[in-house]
């Protein structure tokens, strides 16, 4: 199991951006897990917003977040980022990373996810 520690959720204006953060840490290298970003909304589901593969070389975004936001790492600092650019009142939720150990990527919204963050908060004020 990964340990994964969000950061730098927020309030933020319609229009605006936000970066998140995840450590992770574990037993395992952080370069063998697929990573990934979540989202809740209040009275919603938790739902996919983007993931990377092992290398960083590939993402794939929900199609609301496309041209907004932007998923990189960094496997030397263990680090997984969310760019989040224009945001919207939409946007708000409680935002979580998500980790996966596997040998390949798959662009799939639907990734059965082995561990997870305790979530950041991002508000978006129109």
């Known amino acids: 199991q990964v340990q994964l520690v969000e950061s730098g959720g927020g309030q933020v204006q319609a229009g605006g951006s936000v970066r998140l953060s995840c450590a992770a840490s574990?037993?395992?290298?952080?370069?063998?897990?697929?990573m990934g970003w979540l989202r809740q909304a209040p009275g919603k589901e938790r739902a996919f917003v983007a993931s990377?593969?092992?290398?960083?070389?590939?993402?794939y975004y929900e199609d609301s977040v496309k041209g907004r936001f932007t998923v990189t790492r960094d496997n030397a600092k263990n680090t997984v980022y969310l760019q989040m650019n224009s945001l919207e009142p939409e946007d708000t939720a409680v935002y979580y990373c998500?980790?996966?150990?596997?040998?390949?990527?798959?662009?799939?919204?639907?990734?059965?996810?082995?561990?997870w963050g305790q979530g950041t908060q991002v508000t978006v004020s129109s």
């Open positions: 998500a980790a996966k150990f596997s040998r390949a990527y798959v662009r799939n919204r639907n990734i059965q996810w082995d561990s």
């Open positions: 574990g037993r395992y290298s952080f370069s063998d897990y697929v």
């Open positions: 990377i593969s092992l290398s960083g070389a590939n993402t």
